[in-house]
């Protein structure tokens, strides 16, 4: 039983563990991470078999923030980032059975058949719409009034099923989207305030914020690998069991168990990076009342099935994927094209696909068997993707129970919960994707942010 002292402990050792281990070693904070998996990386996990590398968790990230710049910038050579290379731009969606490329620019908005004649007026007379007045406006209602409900079915709706597997009349845009509500707010317009956001002037950083599709060469293993060598494997506790905080005078005491022992540590500063649902075991303290508004949070189901095919003779992967609006009453969500935008994920002349079921609208496909699962998707993968015949020599199957956050009606009581504990107890943050958004970049950048606050 050991009671050594730390500055800081960090609860969780996924992105936002690993980038704050990183940070604080390098302001030389004295820290401990403990982690109840055998491994670092949570969701984060590259696996290889046969010439397929494939991920079961997040695919890709999005150099959406310039804290990830940073921290690329700061492991160096210890990380090769390989940005998703000109297919990214080709995004197909489904209507009616076939796929359309979605329009990326004003002419193509207007000559696709995803949109209907109506709504195509309707976006060229978008930048002269008033703003909304409703703050907990959803995003399906701001897009309906905005842009018309063609554009909502076929370029919101997917959209919103490949990042959150969600439903847009669930989720309230300033929470769920922030960014896209702040350009109406501030500038008036989606199109006239992506413009006049695109000319104001940037520092060196964000510059090079290029909101670029990225992985790392041979998978997203390596930039978790890269954060704990760069953090040092020693501050690590991997297997920590029931971890349990519990304040003191002026410190956190932590109990967890290594295998058969008990460990007892203390803390001036605890930082919480789990989900929503692993909340109440380790701060069994916290209030009934506030405990609840904490975790009063609906999470996606989610199955992903990663496929890998030697030769592939389907449909022709000349982009990012496909995805597919909810209108169109299918059992897939989308399909990544893997092999197309990274190098070295399948065998030359074969594929990689991954392939994502489930989400908020369909989640009793999730109480399938696995058998019964790989029905539905041989089914619509060789209708959706023309293949001859369903024939992968790759099948992975991984299952998600609380994949994806969703930023509803609730967050705004979440987001205020959180304040008032932290601020009832000094030294403690609840951070994690419960806030600042669910994306590998929000992650990079809320880890960023905590550890710059505790090394000032």
Same mark, same amino acid.
């Given at each position: 039983?050991?009671?050594?002292?730390?500055?800081?402990?960090?609860?969780?050792?996924? @992105?936002?563990?690993?980038?704050?281990?990183?940070?604080?070693?390098?302001?030389?904070?004295?820290?401990?991470?403990?982690?109840?998996?055998?491994?670092?990386?949570?969701?984060?996990?590259?696996?290889?078999?046969?010439?397929?590398?494939?991920?079961?968790?997040?695919?890709?990230?999005?150099?959406?923030?310039?804290?990830?710049?940073?921290?690329?910038?700061?492991?160096?050579?210890?990380?090769?980032?390989?940005?998703?290379?000109?297919?990214?731009?080709?995004?197909?969606?489904?209507?009616?059975?076939?796929?359309?490329?979605?329009?990326?620019?004003?002419?193509?908005?207007?000559?696709?058949?995803?949109?209907?004649?109506?709504?195509?007026?309707?976006?060229?007379?978008?930048?002269?719409?008033?703003?909304?007045?409703?703050?907990?406006?959803?995003?399906?209602?701001?897009?309906?009034?905005?842009?018309?409900?063609?554009?909502?079915?076929?370029?919101?709706?997917?959209?919103?099923?490949?990042?959150?597997?969600?439903?847009?009349?669930?989720?309230?845009?300033?929470?769920?989207?922030?960014?896209?509500?702040?350009?109406?707010?501030?500038?008036?317009?989606?199109?006239?305030?992506?413009?006049?956001?695109?000319?104001?002037?940037?520092?060196?950083?964000?510059?090079?914020?290029?909101?670029? @599709?990225?992985?790392? =060469?041979?998978?997203?293993?390596?930039?978790?690998?890269?954060?704990?060598?760069?953090?040092?494997?020693?501050?690590?506790?991997?297997?920590?069991?029931?971890?349990?905080?519990?304040?003191?005078?002026?410190?956190?005491?932590?109990?967890?168990?290594?295998?058969?022992?008990?460990?007892?540590?203390?803390?001036?500063?605890?930082?919480?990076?789990?989900?929503?649902?692993?909340?109440?075991?380790?701060?069994?303290?916290?209030?009934?009342?506030?405990?609840?508004?904490?975790?009063?949070?609906?999470?996606?189901?989610? @199955?992903?099935?990663?496929?890998?095919?030697?030769?592939?003779?389907?449909?022709?992967?000349?982009?990012?994927?496909?995805?597919?609006?909810?209108?169109?009453?299918?059992?897939?969500?989308? @399909?990544?094209?893997?092999?197309?935008?990274?190098?070295?994920?399948?065998?030359?002349?074969?594929?990689?696909?991954?392939?994502?079921?489930?989400?908020?609208r369909n989640e009793a496909l999730c109480d399938l068997s696995d058998e019964e699962v790989l029905k539905v998707l041989e089914k619509e993968f060789t209708?959706?993707?023309?293949?001859?015949?369903?024939n992968p020599s790759l099948i992975k199957l991984k299952r998600y129970s609380h994949a994806i956050p969703q930023y509803g009606v609730s967050s705004g009581?979440?987001?205020?919960?959180?304040?008032?504990?932290? =601020?009832?107890?000094?030294?403690?943050?609840?951070?994690?994707?419960?806030?600042?958004?669910?994306?590998?970049?929000?992650?990079?950048?809320?880890?960023?942010?905590?550890?710059?606050?505790?090394?000032?």
């Open positions: 039983m050991s009671n050594k002292h730390y500055d800081v402990v960090v609860i969780g050792a996924g @992105v936002t563990g690993l980038t704050l281990a990183h940070q604080l070693k390098k302001c030389g904070i004295n820290f401990k991470v403990l982690e109840c998996q055998p491994r670092h990386g949570g969701v984060v996990h590259t696996q290889s078999e046969n010439g397929f590398v494939y991920e079961s968790g997040p695919n890709s990230g999005i150099v959406s923030h310039p804290e990830v710049v940073a921290l690329f910038d700061d492991l160096g050579d210890a990380i090769k980032v390989e940005k998703g290379n000109d297919l990214v731009k080709i995004r197909y969606v489904l209507k009616n059975g076939k796929w359309n490329a979605l329009p990326h620019g004003p002419l193509s908005a207007i000559t696709t058949p995803l949109f209907s004649l109506k709504d195509k007026f309707r976006i060229l007379g978008e930048p002269f719409r008033k703003k909304g007045s409703n703050p907990d406006e959803t995003l399906a209602e701001m897009v309906k009034r905005r842009m018309g409900n063609s554009f909502l079915d076929y370029a919101i709706d997917p959209f919103i099923l490949g990042i959150y597997a969600g439903d847009p009349s669930q989720l309230v845009t300033r929470y769920a989207m922030p960014k896209l509500y702040n350009l109406e707010q501030k500038y008036g317009s989606f199109i006239g305030g992506a413009r006049k956001k695109a000319k104001e002037p940037k520092t060196e950083l964000e510059k090079r914020t290029d909101r670029a @599709v990225f992985s790392i =060469e041979g998978g997203l293993s390596g930039l978790a690998d890269a954060l704990l060598k760069s953090a040092g494997e020693e501050h690590f506790s991997f297997d920590a069991d029931g971890v349990t905080v519990s304040p003191q005078d002026k410190d956190y005491q932590l109990t967890y168990k290594e295998g058969e022992k008990e460990q007892v540590i203390t803390a001036d500063k605890v930082i919480s990076t789990i989900g929503s649902v692993g909340l109440q075991q380790l701060l069994p303290f916290v209030d009934e009342a506030q405990m609840q508004q904490l975790t009063n949070l609906k999470y996606a189901r989610v @199955v992903e099935v990663s496929l890998g095919f030697e030769k592939w003779e389907g449909w022709p992967l000349n982009g990012f994927g496909g995805l597919i609006p909810h209108k169109e009453n299918r059992d897939l969500l989308g @399909v990544l094209f893997m092999s197309s935008l990274f190098k070295g994920r399948a065998p030359e002349g074969g594929a990689l696909l991954t392939i994502f079921m489930g989400g908020i209708d959706l993707m023309q293949v001859p015949e369903f009581e979440r987001f205020k919960a959180i304040d008032m504990v932290q =601020e009832k107890y000094p030294g403690l943050i609840i951070a994690g994707n419960l806030r600042d958004g669910i994306g590998m970049a929000d992650r990079i950048k809320q880890a960023t942010l905590i550890a710059k606050e505790i090394c000032k």
